[in-house]
């Protein structure tokens, strides 16, 4: 990975494309350090905060710590994602935007713009719950705190910066697209939990971290550690894996030559998916707890809907059985958008191609559905298990910690959702600047 980094950039158009994101991102991180007008977190954040839980440990995760100190990039490109989410739902049950997709490239740009603007909504409502949580727990300055027009002067403020960080780093994602290396979101996305690596360190083995408290923290800082690394190592072997369904193609003459009678194969990873099944169930997840700050004050303790929104914590064991799910689902709804085995059967009928074995046309279609369906089971469980892990680490070295001192236990910021998005985001952008490099250096026939 690094060879490959040294020599982009001693190519100047790829060096210029990786100062660009740099550049962007160093942007990100400034404005993720700017707080918003109004605000008084504190330098412990929010998290601190006994009232917020797991899901501000996620939203934090996910925004580079901007959303733990009510900073103008807090919202992040999470309002992004969902959009990208709904859109992606959407296109399926309404024929207007399936059309959309299918005309080309003028399709996809107005299936862009309508993403910005259900973005923008998405960033303006998240921004709206934001605030009236800040707003129950103290974190505004105490003109902002009161009533009349200081106050909704101060809310207008709060929300515009909130929405308008939304807006800013959605335009600074299509920026890389158009100018950088990789993913623009992704890119922000790495920035981001990239950012959180040197609290995680600290969290661990720092003066005041685990690691200095004794007693089983002794052994279960270094094996957290381990555990990543691991993870890492099994996340990189499962984004590499692939089946390769073999073709063979039947010679053919035309005028006075011959061609086809060569073998290939069709490259279907096991993880085809990516990181985006993980992404979307978290996205989805993180919706009932933004509906609770709207309504945290007002919820009876004990009620159903305070059992309701419990559901969807960390903690509840209903949680990891939800995303395990969301997880299975998605990855098949993604695995559907990108392969159609009756397409697939078809152009390798046309080029004249079989399958060894396989009767062309229907046999060879289920064939590749079914190859597809088991491939995509497979990944989705690889998935959850690398998703879920951290969780399920973290209840039980809780329990065993509380079994030595009452109250102990082990928070890690960085979890299995994190650590998918980070190497394959950098997995991604490393087969980018491969492939453009193998662009630059290919020697066509008339060198």
């Not at 002067?153 to 994602?173: E, K, Q, R, S, Y």
């Not at 099944?277 to 945290?296: D, N, Q, R, Y």
């Amino acid at each position: 990975m690094l060879q490959t980094i040294v020599n982009a950039w001693k190519i100047a158009d790829l060096r210029k494309k990786i100062i660009f994101t740099a550049l962007i991102v160093l942007v990100f991180r400034i404005g993720s350090a700017i707080p918003v007008p109004f605000t008084d977190i504190g330098e412990s954040g929010i998290i601190s905060d006994p009232n917020a839980g797991t899901f501000m440990n996620y939203l934090a995760m996910m925004t580079g710590d901007a959303f733990t100190y009510g900073t103008i990039f807090a919202m992040s490109i999470t309002p992004y994602i969902n959009s990208s989410i709904i859109m992606q739902l959407l296109a399926v049950a309404i024929p207007a935007l399936e059309r959309l997709q299918k005309e080309g490239e003028e399709g996809r740009k107005k299936i862009a713009s309508i993403t910005r603007f259900v973005t923008i909504g998405l960033g303006l409502l998240q921004s709206t719950a934001y605030y009236f949580y800040l707003r129950s727990q103290g974190y505004l300055v105490e003109s902002a705190q009161g009533k009349g027009f200081a106050s909704v002067f101060a809310a207008f403020v709060i929300i515009l910066c909130f929405t308008a960080g939304t807006a800013l780093i959605m335009w600074l994602g299509e920026r890389i697209n158009e100018k950088g290396i990789g993913n623009g979101i992704s890119i922000i996305l790495f920035a981001g939990i990239v950012s959180r690596i040197p609290t995680l360190a600290a969290t661990l083995f720092g003066s005041t971290g685990y690691f200095s408290h004794g007693g089983p923290y002794y052994f279960l800082s270094p094996l957290v550690a381990i555990i990543l690394v691991l993870m890492i190592a099994f996340i990189v072997w499962m984004d590499n894996s692939e089946r390769r369904i073999p073709v063979q193609y039947a010679k053919r003459v035309v005028g006075r030559k011959m061609y086809g009678g060569q073998s290939t194969h069709i490259p279907i990873k096991v993880n085809m998916s990516g990181v985006m099944p993980v992404i979307f169930a978290s996205s989805i997840l993180s919706l009932p707890p933004t509906i609770e700050m709207f309504v945290g004050t007002k919820i009876k303790e004990g009620g159903f809907w305070d059992g309701f929104f419990g559901i969807f914590s960390y903690e509840h064991w209903a949680y990891s059985i939800i995303y395990f799910v969301f997880i299975i689902a998605f990855a098949y709804f993604y695995a559907s958008i990108q392969y159609n085995p009756i397409e697939m059967s078809k152009n390798i009928r046309d080029n004249g191609g079989s399958i060894p074995g396989i009767r062309p046309g229907e046999p060879t279609s289920r064939y590749i559905g079914k190859v597809i369906n088991r491939l995509t089971l497979l990944g989705a469980l690889l998935l959850s298990v690398v998703a879920l892990f951290p969780i399920l680490f973290s209840q039980i070295t809780t329990f065993f910690l509380n079994m030595w001192q009452e109250g102990a236990a082990m928070n890690v910021s960085l979890g299995g959702t994190s650590i998918i998005i980070l190497v394959g985001v950098a997995l991604e952008t490393v087969k980018q600047l491969e492939s453009q490099m193998m662009m630059r250096h290919y020697k066509g026939f008339l060198d």
